[in-house]
């Protein structure tokens, strides 16, 4: 028997299918793009992702071989939902987080509810990107389907629900709503009542890890599954990821490398609001019971590959036509040592504490001989002297990291890894599998259909650890020279990066 893990994003998902032992049997992967209507808009076509993931679904069933699918569950992105009936009929587009529609709420919704009240019931400050905002817009401008809707749900909960499962929500997906009450773990009739919402709309939530029904015996014939597969509920995927890499005790953090670079410590207690809001962090809890995380990140890997199209595209052209790694040939040239660069990574807009959206990213101290492969490094080390500040901050929350689990894409780099240790003096290890959420998601499922006595031994059975990255003393040391040099950047030219991007943006 085999264990299924699905993973949706905002433009794709991937389905792996495992053994027990964490042996991968089969793999597959289908994209879609979404879709902009108009200026601001950003949605998903809710109905043609669904056939995609049946699609996949069925691809990665036809190579479970003598090992049949037993049970799978499902990580997805946070915010976005899909209108539902209970019949199992889709009433329109996913909202995505990014999509500029709600945000005309936030004023009235800010003089009824100031952060501190809000963090206190649901860990997270206001904001346009969560659910909220999007089901009142729903509400006052298609009346037509808010009246229709049955359930809002969450990807993770939608994919459950369409193959067969009961309508429910896990804790982490519900807190990504505005919507939940981290400490009765259930909707806050409160936070409804301000928004104007229905709470009957809104489905039952859930620890991770549950059993919510099986797959309806006609899609399991059409999609090649054997009859009573089990469907267990998931989790957001960054919770996902931290399960499928062992975060599974206090002072344990994943590090994820891929498009954002996420740090998320685990903790078993909550910090005081107060703390928690002037370092910009939220609190949600984790996919492992009796956890919270919290989320440290920025877009570390969209100047990656920023720096890949710009600096190497004909490279770019060649790569993807023989299946080279070009990251890697591009990280290879990085000069040994201490970068001379100091990169402010406000390419994008950045993460906590400042979520800083009116700057605009910098490269101080080139020279005629500076190489790509010196940017490339200025970057990688900006990019981690940005969450290095983050982590300083930790101690006044009680929050304590001692040890990195480290997935993702950009994992592979032995040199970007140790590179991360030596800024941040931590150890970080690296697993085997760089599929986390999807692995995260079938140990969930193993776990609670009994092929695993508890999540700690599915990680046991089924993940495998790789190599363990010590910092290295003297590069920390040097480092920290250049660390401070960083942190003079920013106070010394915020005014003038702000009028430069005001500037450019005419």
């Given amino acids: 028997?085999?264990?299924?893990?699905?993973?949706?994003?905002?433009?794709?998902?991937?389905?792996?299918?495992?053994?027990?032992?964490?042996?991968?049997?089969?793999?597959?992967?289908?994209?879609?793009?979404?879709?902009?209507?108009?200026?601001?808009?950003?949605?998903?076509?809710?109905?043609?992702?669904?056939?995609?993931?049946?699609?996949?679904?069925?691809?990665?069933?036809?190579?479970?071989?003598?090992?049949?699918?037993?049970?799978?569950?499902?990580?997805?992105?946070?915010?976005?939902?899909?209108?539902?009936?209970?019949?199992?009929?889709?009433?329109?587009?996913?909202?995505?987080?990014?999509?500029?529609?709600?945000?005309?709420?936030?004023?009235?919704?800010?003089?009824?509810?100031?952060?501190?009240r809000l963090y206190a019931i649901n860990g997270n400050t206001l904001g346009n990107h969560y659910s909220l905002t999007k089901l009142m817009w729903i509400r006052e401008h298609q009346p037509e389907i808010y009246a229709q809707v049955d359930y809002f749900l969450h990807w993770s909960g939608f994919v459950a629900f369409m193959l067969g499962a009961e309508a429910a929500l896990d804790y982490s997906l519900a807190n990504r709503t505005l919507l939940f009450d981290l400490e009765r773990r259930d909707w806050s009739p409160k936070l409804i009542a301000i928004a104007g919402l229905d709470a009957a709309r809104l489905p039952p939530t859930i620890p991770s890890g549950t059993p919510i029904g099986s797959v309806l015996p006609s899609l399991a014939a059409e999609l090649g599954l054997p009859p009573g597969v089990t469907i267990v509920s998931g989790a957001h995927d960054q919770c996902a990821n931290g399960v499928g890499c062992g975060v599974l005790q206090e002072g344990q953090a994943m590090y994820g490398m891929g498009t954002f670079i996420c740090l998320m410590p685990a903790y078993s207690r909550r910090p005081s609001p107060g703390a928690m809001i002037e370092r910009g962090l939220n609190t949600e809890h984790h996919a492992a019971r009796g956890l919270f995380v919290s989320f440290i990140y920025n877009q570390g890997g969209s100047m990656v590959k920023w720096f890949r199209d710009t600096f190497a595209a004909a490279e770019k052209a060649r790569a993807l036509s023989s299946g080279r790694d070009l990251y890697a040939d591009l990280i290879a040239e990085m000069p040994p040592g201490l970068g001379r660069l100091v990169v402010l990574p406000h390419f994008v807009v950045t993460g906590p504490p400042h979520f800083i959206s009116d700057s605009c990213g910098l490269i101080a101290g080139l020279r005629l001989d500076t190489s790509r492969g010196e940017i490339l490094k200025g970057i990688l080390e900006g990019a981690t002297f940005d969450l290095r500040q983050n982590l300083e901050n930790l101690p006044g929350t009680g929050i304590q990291v001692r040890e990195l689990r480290v997935v993702g894409g950009g994992s592979k780099s032995d040199a970007w890894v140790q590179l991360s240790a030596d800024i941040l003096d931590r150890p970080f290890v690296r697993t085997a599998n760089p599929e986390a959420g999807s692995l995260g998601v079938a140990i969930l499922a193993g776990s609670a259909t009994g092929v695993f006595a508890s999540l700690e031994q599915g990680c046991q059975a089924m993940l495998r650890q790789g190599r363990r990255f010590e910092p290295d003393p003297a590069r920390g040391r040097a480092y920290s020279e250049l660390y401070e040099k960083y942190c003079q950047l920013w106070p010394l030219l915020a005014d003038y990066l702000r009028g430069l991007a005001g500037w450019a943006s005419r």
């Fill in 1 to 116: 028997m085999s264990l299924l893990g699905l993973d949706v994003g905002t433009t794709g998902c991937k389905a792996v299918l495992f053994r027990h032992d964490g042996t991968v049997l089969g793999t597959a992967y289908e994209e879609y793009d979404y879709r902009k209507p108009q200026p601001g808009y950003a949605e998903l076509d809710a109905p043609l992702v669904w056939a995609r993931i049946k699609d996949l679904i069925r691809a990665v069933s036809a190579q479970a071989g003598d090992d049949p699918v037993s049970a799978l569950a499902i990580a997805s992105m946070g915010e976005a939902v899909v209108p539902v009936t209970r019949d199992r009929q889709i009433l329109g587009p996913s909202i995505l987080n990014f999509d500029e529609r709600g945000v005309e709420y936030l004023p009235s919704l800010g003089e009824a509810l100031n952060n501190e």
